[in-house]
Every structure is written in C-alpha cells, then in structure tokens.
C-alpha cells in the first residue's frame, strides 16, 4: 500500500481485557517496528522485526506483551490483561532497509490509540 | 547509554518569525540524528536526518539542522515560520549499529500564532 496503516485507530479496553493491534507495512518493507506514545511522551521502542523473524523484543514492557509478524507482512500487537499504564498510542513503522544500517528510515502509521479504563 | 534531550517542552512563537528547537543528545560512539514531526492525530513524518558529510543538512518545509558534533546538538531552525508549522517535533537518534532503533526525545510543541 502507500503508507503504513494500522488499525483499529482507536479502542477502548476494559482493565483486564485482551486487545490486538494490526499493522499492514508499505509493500516489499523488510523491517516493521512498534513504538509506545504515552500521552506528552516521544515514542519509545517495543520491538523489531526482520521479515518474520523478532530480532529485538528488548522495549516489550512485560511479558502480557506480545507480538508477531507470522508472514513477514502484517504484524499484530498482542496485550494480555490490560492495565490502565497501557493507555498510549501504538505506533507502527516499516522499512525497506534490512540489517544493522543507520541510513534505516522509517515510515510510521498514524498509530493505534488504546485507553484502559 | 545514549539519550535525547530536547530543551523547550513548549515553543509559542509569532508568524513569520524564526524559530529553533533545540536537541542534544548523549552517546559515546556515533549516532544519526533524525527530527520528526506529529500533526494532531497523525503519525510521524520525517522532516530531515543526519547521516554524515556536510553538517547543515536542509529538510522539507523550509525546515533545516545543524550538526556539532562538539557540543552534541543538533538543533532544528525554521526562518519563517507558518500557522501550518504548528506541531510536535521529535529529535531523535539511532546509534551506528542498532538500525532502526530509534531513540527519541520527549518532543517540542511548536505552536505558531497569528
């Protein structure tokens, strides 16, 4: 596609729900990566993926975090049991650029919005 | 460790005035250096980024950067800014060796008035 989407947008969980975010990447981009926005925050790492392969799970908060790329096309953002500190913005980001490469730009989506109440 | 910090949480500035956000950032090996900008509800969108060579590199919408390397900044500069400018901005930087992994700053909202 043109861009990197995800959906939902947003989702209103209830504390201890299970939720799931979807990413669908730019067409032919290797590398797919999901940050967490908290609210007045800047994104912060979750996790990387080399096509399907997780090569760095290193920012996943705990271990109700979870995520998968099966196909190493659209990834999904599994949390377990919600908490109400889970309340951010999901953001999903895609590169064409494989391997330890600086130059790795990213294109991000226009994130997932999850409130835990 | 490496780490970003930008300076102003908050920039009110005038139409068509100038404007610098500042960002520097910590890291003992070498780094590439990124700003980005948020539009409400929308994602990121890079404005410009440092690799290497010349040290003023030039982005999209007039926008552009300076790297000094001595003083560990990397600060973003508009001449003349536009109501449309109005957003978050975010420094943010990757180390030489952990590809995309980008480590960002708390951000800077630039909120230009008329």
């Known amino acids: 596609g043109a861009g990197v989407s995800q959906s939902p947008r947003y989702k209103v969980a209830k504390r201890g729900q299970d939720v799931a975010l979807r990413c669908d990447p730019i067409?032919?981009?290797?590398?797919l990566f999901w940050y967490q926005q908290a609210l007045g925050q800047g994104p912060e790492f979750l996790t990387y993926?080399?096509?399907?392969?997780?090569?760095?799970k290193s920012g996943l908060p705990s271990d109700r975090f979870f995520a998968e790329r099966p196909e190493g096309s659209v990834s999904t953002l599994k949390i377990q049991r919600t908490q109400q500190e889970d309340s951010a913005v999901y953001l999903c980001a895609s590169s064409q650029t494989q391997g330890a490469s600086g130059a790795n730009v990213l294109t991000f989506g226009a994130g997932s919005r999850l409130t835990v109440l | 460790a490496q780490s970003v910090t930008q300076l102003d949480s908050q920039v009110p500035v005038f139409e068509e005035a100038p404007v610098e956000l500042r960002c520097n950032y910590s890291?003992?090996?070498?780094?590439?250096l990124f700003w980005y900008v948020q539009y409400p509800n929308q994602g990121l969108q890079l404005l410009l980024k440092y690799l290497s060579g010349s040290t003023l590199v030039k982005g999209i919408n007039g926008f552009e950067a300076e790297f000094n390397k001595s003083q560990t900044s990397f600060h973003l500069r508009k001449p003349s800014v536009h109501i449309s400018d109005t957003a978050e901005y975010f420094c943010a930087v990757i180390r030489g060796n952990q590809g995309g992994k980008l480590i960002f700053g708390q951000g800077t909202e630039l909120s230009v008035k008329p």
């Open positions: 067409s032919g981009h290797v590398s």
């Open positions: 890291s003992s090996v070498s780094v590439y």
């Open positions: 993926f080399q096509n399907e392969a997780q090569l760095d």
